[in-house]
């Protein structure tokens, strides 16, 4: 199954995803991941879409296509896939549907207020990308990752500054997609606020996925 998540930052995309590739088996595919990987390599693209990426703006959508295009391509994408930030455009979406077309777009639905809290307590493993909140998914340790050790850090673009820009970007840029996919019968929406179990199971019934 190719599925797109769609989302405000902070939604629980990255967290859901996380969950759902153990039952499909297909790759979750983050832009966002694969840009914070290239930053801390310090390559090309990293030097390149760093700033944009810690001031909450979005990277250009030549380079974005380009990226996922060529992600896509890979073996392991053939069966299916999650896009878990990609498409945040309509030329992004457009550009998808002429090189992979999707099943089905998982929207998102909460509230600013819920995506704030999200936001403002939201840690990362800088190590291996890991999520976590210091309310509601803490590492066992202190800023040290359950799953690899790794250093848990909180991201540049989870600053309020930041935060701010981020959902300002996704109302002008991003939302117009909900009604892009919906006018195509392929959106589903999903509420996101509950406890990560609850989204799970809503997500499984909206797909009627039985496992
Ligand atoms: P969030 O978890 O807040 O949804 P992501 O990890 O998906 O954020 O993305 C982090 C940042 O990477 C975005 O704010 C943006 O700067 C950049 N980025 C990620 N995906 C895209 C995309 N499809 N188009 C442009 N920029 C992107
Ligand atoms: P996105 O990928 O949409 O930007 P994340 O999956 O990174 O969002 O989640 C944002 C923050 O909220 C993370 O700190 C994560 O641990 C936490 N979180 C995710 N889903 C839930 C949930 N259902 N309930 C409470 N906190 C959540
Ligand atoms: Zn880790």
Request: contains cysteine; hydrophobic residues 40%; aromatic residues 6%.
């Amino acid at each position: 199954m190719k599925l797109i998540f769609l989302g405000p930052p902070g939604a629980g995309k990255g967290t859901l995803a996380a969950r759902v590739v153990e039952i499909l088996k297909v790759p979750h595919i983050s832009t966002g991941a694969i840009f914070r990987s290239a930053i801390a390599e310090k390559s090309p693209l990293g030097l390149k879409v760093q700033a944009i990426i810690g001031g909450g703006g979005l990277v250009d959508d030549e380079t974005t296509i380009a990226l996922i295009r060529e992600r896509l391509d890979r073996e392991d994408a053939r069966g299916g896939y999650i896009l878990d930030g990609f498409p945040r455009t309509i030329p992004q979406a457009e550009a998808l549907a002429a090189f992979s077309p999707v099943d089905r777009v998982v929207n998102f639905d909460i509230p600013d207020s819920a995506v704030l809290e999200r936001l403002s307590g939201r840690r990362v493993c800088r190590n291996c990308g890991v999520n976590y909140h210091i309310t509601f998914n803490k590492p066992k340790q202190e800023k040290v990752c359950d799953r690899c050790g790794g250093e848990v850090y909180t991201r540049d673009d989870d600053r309020e500054e930041a935060v701010a820009k981020r959902l300002e970007v996704y109302r002008a840029q991003t939302a117009p997609l909900i009604g892009f996919y919906r006018d195509q019968g392929i959106l589903v929406d999903v509420d996101a606020r509950p406890a990560v179990e609850a989204v799970l199971a809503a997500f499984k019934q909206a797909l009627h996925i039985r496992i």
